[in-house]
Every structure is written in structure tokens, then in C-alpha cells.
């Protein structure tokens, strides 16, 4: 089977963290590497995280590179007081990793993206969890890798339903609206996984008790990481009974684009004005057939879970059963794989 090579780019918070062990554990997808952005946390936090998460699951092979650490025209950054509420202050729900002992790569995030795009082509998924700036800065600097580019899976945006920082915006769309306007009129060939699909893919204490029936170190942790984010849901959102596990969702869907059913539109986002953040598609391409982004609407939520924690499960097993020289059968990235060794 020809593994999807894939890049993360995230805030690494707690469902980022989760969206790691996923994707690690997955045994069709071949993790090139992971760029860092603000948004839960800052931009160097992120990265750290993402660090200390690959050494909890034996995957130090994996290149981690700092990304942009504000907003487009912006040069600070301090997360909100709802992002430290849901993922604490230091992103993992104060949970406390050994540190990994690695640093980030010294190329650039940016550059480590359009390298890996201009290098792989169609061949390459990015998967973009965060706010967009990275990917704005890589269409800016060199538009002509929109095109080249194989597929951008996005969790962001709100479509049919409503946001979740305010009635028309989610978080990641809102936490820089000019980038996210860069990236749909990117023309990139791009899977939108909103609020729309990923408000419906729950975890509950059912799963967190698996994930400690493990028996494992890497599955103590993450099952800690995924109460302290049930009980921010417990407090926010009640009705829910259990929390959303967004970016882990982008990973499925972009590992295998059958779990959603999606609509094709000319997306865009509103920078300005009462509804900044909204994601809306381009009413000057309404008569203009296809569109270059599938948005999300549905998804087969069962499916997608039982799946989800059956890669998580490899992922959690793995550092404890194999060691440090890890199997395919635990998801590990085939001979010759990972960041700037492969491209």
C-alpha cells in the first residue's frame, strides 16, 4: 500500500496533540514533518509541544519547523483567555511531558512548506489545523505553489452551522481572516473540515477509559490531555456530552476523503466589518461551475471513530512494545520517509 505523504501544520494543542498520535499511527500515511503557528498557544509553544508528543510516541523521526507567529500585518501574539481555558496554559491541559531533548529544524516553516510543495507536487497533503498564515505566507511569496500543491485539508470555517467564537465565525478562520482569504482565493485545490462535521465526532469518558486500558505511558497521557478537554466542554458546551475532536477529523478525511460527504464552492472569508471571520463562498463565481474547494457536510462519524482509536491505540502501544525501532505495523513511515531526508 502506497502511503499519502503527508505535513502537519498546527497550534499543537490538545486535539492537535491527538491528531499527531492519529496520523502517526495510521499506517497509510507517511508524516514528512510538522510546521508550528499560533493559535491555542504561540507559535514556539506549539512547536515544543509537537516535540514533546512525537517523543511520548517514539517519533523522533519526525522534523518539527517553526512557523509565523502572528497574524498577517501583525507582529505579536498572546492566545485568548476561551484557548488556555479549553487547552491550559501550556496547550496539553497542564499535563507534563519529558521534554524531547530536540529542537525545531533551522529552515523556516514557510520554507520547509513551499520546498516540500515545489519538490512533491501532486503527491503531498498538508493537513492545516490552525490559523492559515503559514500557508498565506507560502501562496504570497510563491503563488505558482497553490497549483502545485496535491490537496489542502483545512480544519476551519463554519458553513451551515454556526461558529464557535460568535454566531458566523470559528476560531481558526477568525484568528487571522486575511490569510484565510489568501489561501481559498489561492485556487489550491482545497477540503474544507469545519465546525459542520467535526461538532458531530465526539469523545467521551467511554474512549479515555480505553485509552487507559492500554496499559501504556503514551495512553495515560493522552487520556489525561482528553479529560482536562471534556471538562472545558462539560463547562462550555453541556448539552454536547463529550467533546469534538476537530483536527484529528482533517487527518481522516484527508487519509480517506469517503468519511465526508462535501459540497463544491468558490470559498472565501470576510476580513472586515460586523461578520469578520465568516466563511462564504464568492458570490461573483456563483454562476461559475465546480468550485476549488469541498466543503464538508456530513460524516460518517461512526466510522471515522471506531478507526481513530484504533490508530491512536497503535500509536500509544508502539514506544512501549517495540522501542525505538518501531515496525510498519505501528505506523511507522516506510524506509526512506520523513522531512528533508525524503524531499
Known amino acids: ?34 510546521t508550528s503557528v499560533f493559535g491555542n ?56 511531558l519529558a521534554p524531547s531533548g530536540r529542537k525545531t529544524e533551522t529552515e523556516s516553516g514557510v520554507d520547509f512548506l513551499i520546498r516540500s510543495i515545489m519538490t512533491l507536487g501532486k503527491e503531498l497533503t498538508i493537513v492545516a489545523t490552525g490559523p492559515l ?43 487571522d481572516p486575511a490569510a484565510a482569504k489568501t489561501v481559498f482565493e489561492s485556487g489550491a485545490d482545497i477540503v474544507l473540515v469545519g465546525l459542520d462535521v467535526t461538532m458531530r465526532t465526539l469523545l467521551t469518558r467511554k474512549e479515555t477509559a480505553q485509552m487507559r ?5 503514551t495512553g495515560e497521557k493522552l487520556a489525561d490531555m482528553t479529560e482536562f478537554y471534556l471538562k472545558a466542554y462539560e463547562r462550555l458546551a453541556p448539552w454536547m456530552g463529550g467533546c469534538a475532536i476537530h483536527d484529528p477529523l482533517a487527518v481522516g478525511i484527508a487519509a480517506d ?8 464552492t468558490y470559498l472565501t472569508a470576510e476580513t472586515e466589518g460586523p461578520l469578520r471571520g465568516r466563511t462564504i463562498g464568492r458570490q461573483e463565481l456563483l454562476r461559475t461551475p465546480g468550485g476549488n474547494t469541498a466543503v464538508c457536510l456530513n460524516v460518517d462519524a461512526e466510522r471515522y471513530l471506531k478507526g481513530f482509536m484504533e490508530a491512536v491505540g497503535r500509536s500509544a502501544k508502539a514506544p ?7 515496525g510498519a505495523d505501528a505506523g511507522a513511515p516506510a524506509e526512506g520517509s520523513a522531512g528533508k531526508d525524503n524531499l
Open 257 to 264: 476523503p469517503s468519511l465526508a460527504e462535501t459540497f463544491s
Open 133 to 175: 498564515t503559514n500557508l498565506a505566507a507560502v501562496f504570497r511569496r510563491c503563488p505558482q505553489a497553490a497549483g502545485q500543491l496535491g490537496k489542502l485539508v483545512i480544519m476551519g470555517g463554519a458553513v451551515t452551522v454556526p461558529g464557535n467564537v460568535c454566531p458566523w465565525a470559528e476560531a481558526n478562520i477568525l484568528g
Open 320 to 326: 512501549e512494545m517495540n522501542g525505538p525501532e518501531r
Open 41 to 96: 498557544v504561540t507559535a514556539d509553544r506549539a512547536a515544543e509541544n509537537s516535540l514533546d508528543i512525537l517523543a511520548l510516541l517514539g517519533r523522533e523521526d519526525v522534523p518539527v519547523y517553526q512557523g509565523e507567529g502572528a497574524p498577517l500585518g501583525e507582529e505579536t501574539y498572546a492566545p485568548a483567555a476561551i484557548s488556555r481555558q479549553i487547552h491550559g496554559e501550556n496547550g496539553v491541559g497542564e499535563i507534563r
Open 1 to 34: 500500500m502506497e502511503k499519502k505523504k503527508m505535513i502537519l501544520d498546527l497550534d499543537t494543542g490538545i486535539d492537535d496533540a491527538l491528531a499527531i498520535a492519529y496520523a502517526a499511527g495510521r499506517t497509510d500515511i507517511e508524516l514528512l514533518g510538522i
Open 213 to 217: 486500558a492500554w496499559g501504556t505511558e
